[in-house]
């Protein structure tokens, strides 16, 4: 501690202000803790400033161009003069969604009585850290921190970021739509913005290094979006190595090679989207104990605690897949585990989701999974094209699949590719974390016409006695 600097007692310190940091805050306060929350750039993080909500927003947007400029025919709507104002788009994503959620954030955090802090924490020891803020610093003594500095973009060797070589933050921040872009990596993220920015009016390539678009869901489901690429005249080029990108000034030149062959591409823009590292290296881990793996990323025990037994750490800075779903479920775990409640996470039922056109879901185990596992287990899939609602949107493509146990049929998991999958996989991560079985879910009264609907068929489906297939 400087000399003269008064340390501020807390119970809980939270380091980062985003979806992991701000719900363990607001949770640890709840439980009748002094909680203090640093936040260095701005409340809510990737998430809702530059990760889910803005590019949802860009995703809408370019649903909404298509549906005006070409799908509006197919319902009898004649349109013309369609035209996209960019800066209106962008405009109306920063002022209507992305500000309004995190003044939302702010005003939470202080409806619970959170102090906020604005600052770059450093842990000076495992009791005590510091706040630097444009030159002025505050020091904190703390029972409990909960660390939640978040994952930036990863920089790969010939694609320095800068000019007109962009990760997904500067993908989200374009101010003209790409005549051209090039997208690294066929990832979620990857997939998502290329999706939108082809919707949006763009010629998108992706470079994908594997042999699969979407490498992490099952190939079925990824041959859906696939088609609907194409449609959107997406060019995916699979188990290529991107090489090298140099920046023209006017345009940008894309390297890699795939079969031994070197070939190039031209482009507005490149964007790298190859995956994210986490922030644990600036944050005073070593003063303070803290462990970390080969990745970087903070080991943590079932309630989130780190090897020092009074932090603790949640979020995209601890093993697992990113997502902020499931940032947001392990900080209120450790918030209540601070705060002497007997929890545990229990990651059974994580729900992933990309929203691709259409979108793709899966929670719980795939088959191969449950087979690896030793489960006796049967698939049941059921089309989109026999769902009326999926029909009356015009969005019948794809299906659901569940995964069940042959002796019972008690759900360990489910895979949807078509419209709506976001929302349908809650009920199906209810299932499984309920231990239900199919005709738990046959027998539930779904409304009609619904999406929804496609759970008690594809149920019915499994337990051999279908009505619409
Ligand atoms: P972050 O959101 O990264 O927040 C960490 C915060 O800590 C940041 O605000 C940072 O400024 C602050 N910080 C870092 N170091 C310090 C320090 N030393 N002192 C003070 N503050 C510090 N996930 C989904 O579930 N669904 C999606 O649809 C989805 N879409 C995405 C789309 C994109 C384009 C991207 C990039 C990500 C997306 N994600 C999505 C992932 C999701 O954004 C992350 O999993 C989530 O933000 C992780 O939350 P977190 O709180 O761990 O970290």
Same mark, same amino acid.
């Given at each position: ?358 979108? $793709? ?40 699949? $569940? ?7 008690? $759900? ?58």
């Amino acid at each position: 501690m400087v000399v003269g600097d008064f340390a501020v007692k807390v119970d809980t310190v939270v380091i980062g202000g985003g979806v992991g940091g701000y719900v363990a805050a607001i949770r640890a306060a709840q439980m009748k803790q002094k909680v203090v929350i640093i936040e260095k750039d701005k409340l809510g993080g990737v998430c809702l400033n530059v990760g889910c909500i803005p590019s949802k927003a860009l995703i809408t947007a370019g649903h909404k161009y298509q549906d005006a400029l070409s799908k509006a025919e197919t319902f009898g709507v004649s349109t013309e003069g369609v035209k996209l104002d960019f800066m209106k788009t962008q405009e109306w994503k920063q002022t209507k969604v992305v500000n309004k959620l995190t003044s939302g954030v702010q005003m939470l955090l202080k409806k619970n009585k959170v102090e906020i802090v604005k600052g770059e924490a450093v842990l000076v020891d495992d009791h005590t850290l510091r706040a630097v803020n444009e030159g002025s610093a505050q020091t904190y003594e703390f029972k409990h921190a909960i660390i939640a500095t978040g994952s930036r973009p990863i920089e790969i060797p010939g694609f320095k970021f800068g000019g007109r070589v962009i990760d997904s933050t500067g993908g989200l921040a374009l101010t003209k739509v790409p005549k051209k872009l090039v997208i690294i990596g066929g990832g979620v993220i990857g997939a998502e913005l290329g999706g939108a920015y082809a919707n949006l009016g763009a010629e998108v390539t992706i470079i994908e290094g594997s042999s699969q678009l979407l490498p992490t869901y099952e190939k079925d489901m990824v041959k859906v979006v696939e088609t609907e690429f194409k449609e959107k005249g997406i060019t995916v080029v699979t188990n290529a190595m991107a090489k090298e990108a140099i920046d023209n000034d006017e345009s940008v030149t894309v390297k890699y090679e795939m079969d031994g062959k070197e070939e190039a591409f031209e482009a507005d823009y490149v964007m790298v989207t190859v995956g994210r590292r986490p922030n644990t290296e600036d944050i005073g881990l070593e003063q303070a104990g803290i462990a970390v793996n080969e990745r970087g990323l903070i080991p943590v025990d079932n309630q989130g605690r780190t090897n020092i037994s009074n932090i603790f750490a949640v979020g995209d800075v601890v093993p697992g897949p990113a997502l902020a779903h499931k940032a947001s479920y392990e900080a209120k775990i450790a918030a209540e585990a601070i705060s002497d409640r007997k929890v545990a996470v229990d990651y059974k039922a994580i729900p992933l989701v990309a929203y691709t056109d259409p979108e $793709l879901a899966s929670v719980g185990l795939t088959m191969n999974e449950a087979k690896e596992k030793g489960l006796d287990v049967k698939a049941s899939k059921f089309p989109f094209a026999a769902n009326g609602r999926a029909l009356s949107l015009a969005k019948s493509e794809g299906f659901i699949r $569940l995964v069940t146990t042959v002796k019972d049929n008690i $759900l360990v998991g489910a895979q949807i590719a078509g419209v709506g999958a976001s929302d349908i996989v809650s009920e199906l991560t209810l299932a499984i974390e309920c231990g239900m079985n199919a005709e738990d879910i046959a027998l539930t009264i779904h409304p009609h016409p619904s999406l929804g609907e496609v759970m008690s068929d594809v149920s019915e489906l499994a337990l051999g006695i279908p009505i619409h297939i």
